[in-house]
């Protein structure tokens, strides 16, 4: 299967970035992967991309931060965000607001990577 979908994923934990990153180039998903809030906005503002996926807690920049610039930015951006909880808020606060900056969908860590495949490619 391929896909014309242009994906950006952003994490700043390398392993998940990797294993992310892999998971939706196996589905036929041209990837790029940044692992800063501050480098996705960069390389969105290079490149044209159909959808981010980015984790919420990150130093610097963190993903809701990104996702409330992204709004106006780049009004057309598919988000999903991925959480495993950060030192702020709980996991639902975290979902909650992920989803009023406009994320499509909110991926609690661990998760199937299969099912966000998937929510990409339904979209």
């Known amino acids: 299967m391929t896909s014309t979908y242009r994906v950006l994923v952003c994490d700043d934990f390398a392993p998940l970035l990797a294993s992310v990153a892999g998971c939706l180039r196996r ?11 501050l480098d996705t906005l960069t390389r969105l503002r290079d490149a044209p991309y159909d959808v981010l996926v ?4 990150m ?3 963190d993903g809701l931060t990104l996702m ?12 999903f965000a991925m959480t495993g909880g950060g030192p702020e808020f709980t996991v639902e606060t975290a979902v909650s607001l992920a989803e009023v900056w406009g994320a499509e969908r909110v ?7 299969e ?5 990409i490619l339904d979209g």
């Open 59 to 61: 130093p610097a920049m």
């Open 54 to 57: 980015t984790d919420i807690w």
């Open 115 to 119: 099912q966000l495949v998937q929510a």
């Open 107 to 113: 991926f609690v860590k661990p998760f199937d990577e």
């Open 27 to 37: 589905a036929g998903l041209e990837v790029d992967t940044a692992a800063t809030g």
């Open 68 to 79: 409330k610039l992204l709004t106006t930015e780049f009004p057309r951006l598919r988000v």
